[in-house]
Every structure is written in C-alpha cells, then in structure tokens.
C-alpha cells in the first residue's frame, strides 16, 4: 500500500503539470494499482476528474480519447465493439482488472498519444522515447477498419501476462506486435516483413526475435520465444479466416 502526504484535484492542464514537475515524488492517480502493489510514500497525489478528459470521440479521419476514460467505457462503447474486428473491447475483457494498461492493440492500431508538454507522437516513438514525465492528454487513433486479433497467454486466467501477440492485415500486408517481451510491447518489423516477403516460417521466426524476448519470473526466454511462434501462427491463422 502507498501514502499520499496531500492529494490535489487541479481544474487546469497547466496546474495539473504544474504540480506534476514540482517534485518527482509527485503522482498522477489513475487506476492506482502499480502504486497499490509497492510501498512507499509519495508526497502529491494528483486526480485528474475535474480536466473533462473522460470522452471517446470519433471523427471522420481519427477516434480521440481521453486520458481519463475508463476501461468501462472503452469496452462497452458501441462503435468501437464493431472497429478493427473489437479489438479494444476484446482485449479489454482478458486484462487481469480494469486498471492495468496493454499497449499492444494501441501499437497494432498506429496510434498517437497527445502529450501536455511533447505534443503528439506515435505510441511507437513515445515507447521509445527517453521522456521519464508528461501529462497524457488524450490517445489518437486513425479511423480506418483493418481486420485485427490479439492473443493473451497466462499461467491462471487473474495472472500477469506471460505473452501476447497483436497482428494486423491490410491489404493482404502484416503487422506483427509482441507485448510482454516481457520488456514493453514493440512492433516486430523484421518478423512482420519476413511474414508479408516469404510467408510465416517458424524456423525463421525463432531466430528473427532471438534478441528482443527474455525471461523474467514468470517464464524464460526458451519457452516464451515457442510460445510467441505459437501464439502468432495461431493469430495469422484467426486472419486468414477473415
């Protein structure tokens, strides 16, 4: 459990990253349950209710989204139950709560993120970006209808992930996306051009992602770099359906 030494309710962007920056024991309050699994005390916590940013928003050429919209909302919003095959409701409904993030289907979607302080960028560039704090505005992402799916491996049905594997089809081409590496999710390029060139070769495959899977305590680099073949010739086979 975690201890606030004051809590603030900003009712500005500006005052919000204002009393973020002021001190890096400063937090954002979200869903909380990183924080809730340490123990440790910080000195602001900062809730975000009062910044309107709770809305799904489609437009001709984007969805926008707010940085505090719910899961809920997310997975029982009508127009995107039927976007992308569902892809967000449905992989919603396989995180372990509500609270935790998945970056894979925002990877796979081509998204962008609204930053206070950086502005927009692709989650992409943002995942790999050295920015330690910002204030996320809002999740842009490009309203076109792609055929998608995403598979979530698990020890038990409430556990962490121990992989996923998120892939795309347009026009007949690949996007290939492996969350819990188990670094942050990444967009496999060289398995998504191999995959597109020559066909899915698991041989190839294994020896593509050699350098970006590892172990960690739920699972070792051996048995996760089989399980992610197997999960994505399972994924590619679910596309070929469509």
Known sequence: MFTLRDFKSPETLDEAYELLMKSKMNKILGGCHFLKAGCRSYNVGIDLSKLDLNYINVEDDEIKIGATTTYRDLEYNDFLKEFCDGIIPKSLKRIVSTQLRNTAQ????????????????????????????????????????????????????????????????????????????????????????????????????????????????????????????????????ELQCL
Do not use: W
């Not at 770099?225 to 999960?231: A, E, N, R, W, Y």
């Open 106 to 237: 925002v990877l796979l979607l081509d998204a962008k993120v609204r930053l206070y302080n950086n502005g927009v960028m692709s989650v992409e560039e943002f995942l790999n970006s050295d920015i330690k704090k910002d204030l996320l505005v809002e999740v842009m992402i490009p309203n076109k209808d792609v055929h998608c799916t995403q598979i979530v491996q698990r020890i038990c049905c409430k556990d962490f992930p121990i992989a996923i594997v998120a892939v795309s089809k347009i026009d007949e081409k690949y996007k290939v996306v492996f969350g819990a590496r188990p670094q942050k999710a990444m967009v496999m390029r060289d398995v998504s051009d191999e995959i597109n060139a020559t066909g899915f070769d698991r041989e190839k495959t294994l020896e593509l992602i050699d350098e970006y899977i590892g172990s960690n305590n739920k699972a070792k680099k051996k048995y996760r770099k089989l399980l992610f073949v197997g999960l994505l010739e399972k994924a590619l086979g």
